[in-house]
Each structure stands twice: as structure tokens, then as C-alpha cells.
């Protein structure tokens, strides 16, 4: 059952692993649940932080950022892509830690560009680079779906640690602070929901073609995933892996199509 709540909220940051905070909000979804919307800090030698949260909660998340790092030590801003929700404090950001490098794609530089934010430090990654981060790489890693094709996650190569984007992400019936807390058939159901508003070409795609790209996640044998919409795990790979792959191209996603096909054969009949 969803319990409503009416207001974005930030929770308290959580440690994953030795190396890892996540900073947890979420945001209310009206009729349909909770939608977490994080970021990540990663304590390498070069610290790094992953996406920036939404500009809404702009403050509890500079707050919860200084609790845990003086910007001044971040040395980089790995940005997966250019939705409000993780570019939201990214300038307010980037003013406070005048030693970070942001890293992102090219794509998503020219989109920033776009919205007249114009970043001077800069490093372009890209699938097969490797962005060293002193003590370990970021290897780039384009995730199995995402609704932004700038979008690009990485494998943290000293705790294998991937991070997804906006996959794996899942709608659920409130906010919780740890995914061990939800409950299997409402994580099951919420990535159905989710994956059929935030990448609805999934019902259109191959579903072999797609599965290939899950199996392809699961031989990079993570030991955690980290997504940008769920709640914080430190369980297997497998325990997000497998929920995935049954909710892809579910009815939910299927059923959209013919309404809008239908909205346009009237509209061009009018």
C-alpha cells in the first residue's frame, strides 16, 4: 500500500562500505510512491563526488555534503547526466571546491551549454577510458537503460563498486533508508513502474537483446551497486540484477503505447 507524503525530503546520509556516503532524498510521486533521488561521495585518494541532488533541497544537501567532506578536498564531480534532479547544485557546488574536475560526458557538456552553465574545469570521459582518482579508476560503464543518452555510470576498481544512473531504480510505496527494508514484492512492482515511465522504450526493445545487457552487468561481478533511484544496498549484485530482469518490458510499460497512438490518429483526423 503507498503511504502519501506531500513533501521532498532529505534523509539522513549513509555509509556504503568503507569508502562510500550516499546522500538519500526523496521525492513524493503523487499516486504513485516515493522516488529516491541520490548522490555519492567516494573517499579515494582524490575524493569524488557523484552527482549533485536536486536544487529543491539545495541546502539539507550542502549541509549533509560538508558534514562528511570540506568541498575544498574534492578534487572531482563524476556528473551521469544533466537531469535537474542530479545537476541541481552542481554550480552552487563547483564554487565551494575550486580543486574539482568535473567528468562527464561530451554530451552532457554541450546540454550545460545549452542551459547557459558554462564549467571551465572539465575532463570528457567516455566508454573505454579510465579516469584515475589516485588510489583506484573509474572505469566508465554505459548502463543497461537510462532515459538520457548522455548518461554514463563506472565501476570503482578497488571495491568493485557500480554505479548505475537512473538503473535499477524502482518506485516504492515510501521512503526508506536501506533497500533490505523494502519489501521484495514492492521493489519488484516499483521497478516495473519505474522503468516503464523513465525508459518507456524498454516495452519497444529486444528483450533478449536486453537481457545480454544485464548479463553483461553481472560479469563485471560487482560487489555493490549503486543506484541513483533506490535505496542504498550492501547486499549481492544479484539481489537488484534479477528483479530488473523480470520487470523489463512489463504490462505497465506495453500499455502506454496504444493510447498515444490513438491520441495521434485523432489529433491527425481532427
Known amino acids: 500500500m503507498t503511504t502519501e507524503f506531500s513533501a521532498p525530503v532529505m534523509m539522513p546520509s549513509q555509509s556504503v562500505g568503507a569508502d562510500w556516503t550516499a546522500f538519500q532524498a526523496f521525492l513524493p510521486v503523487p499516486g504513485l510512491g516515493a522516488l529516491a533521488v541520490n548522490a555519492f561521495l567516494l573517499k579515494s585518494a582524490e575524493p569524488v563526488l557523484v552527482d549533485t541532488g536536486p536544487a529543491m533541497l539545495g541546502d539539507a544537501f550542502m549541509k549533509a555534503l560538508t558534514d562528511a567532506i570540506d568541498p ?111 519489501d521484495a514484492e514492492d521493489l519488484e512492482r516499483g521497478m516495473a513502474i519505474w522503468s516503464a515511465i523513465d525508459a518507456p522504450w524498454l516495452a519497444q526493445s529486444d528483450r533478449a537483446a536486453l537481457d545480454r545487457c544485464l548479463g553483461d552487468v553481472a560479469a563485471l561481478a560487482p560487489d555493490t551497486i549503486l543506484s541513483a533511484h533506490l535505496p542504498v544496498s550492501d547486499g549481492p549484485s544479484h539481489t537488484m540484477i534479477d528483479p530488473v530482469r523480470r520487470a523489463w518490458c512489463s504490462e505497465t510499460a506495453r500499455s502506454a503505447d496504444p493510447q498515444s497512438a490513438q491520441a495521434v490518429r485523432l489529433a491527425l483526423a481532427a
Not at 554550480?91 to 546540454?111: C, D, Y
Not at 535499477?168 to 533497500?179: D, H, I, K, Q, V
Open 72 to 182: 575544498k578536498d574534492l578534487r572531482w564531480i563524476w556528473l551521469s547526466h544533466t537531469d535537474a534532479d542530479h545537476i541541481g547544485n552542481l554550480m552552487r557546488i563547483l564554487e565551494l571546491a575550486p580543486n574539482a574536475t568535473l567528468a562527464t560526458s561530451f554530451l552532457s557538456v554541450a546540454k550545460m551549454q545549452l542551459l547557459g552553465l558554462e564549467v571551465d574545469r572539465l575532463h570528457i570521459v567516455q566508454p573505454g577510458d579510465s579516469l584515475a582518482v589516485g588510489d583506484r579508476d573509474l572505469v566508465p560503464v554505459r548502463p543497461p537503460y537510462f532515459d538520457a543518452p548522455e548518461t554514463l555510470g563506472f565501476l570503482e576498481t578497488k571495491n568493485r563498486t557500480l554505479f548505475a544512473g537512473d538503473c535499477f531504480g524502482a518506485l516504492l510505496p515510501r521512503p526508506a533508508e536501506r533497500l533490505d527494508a523494502v
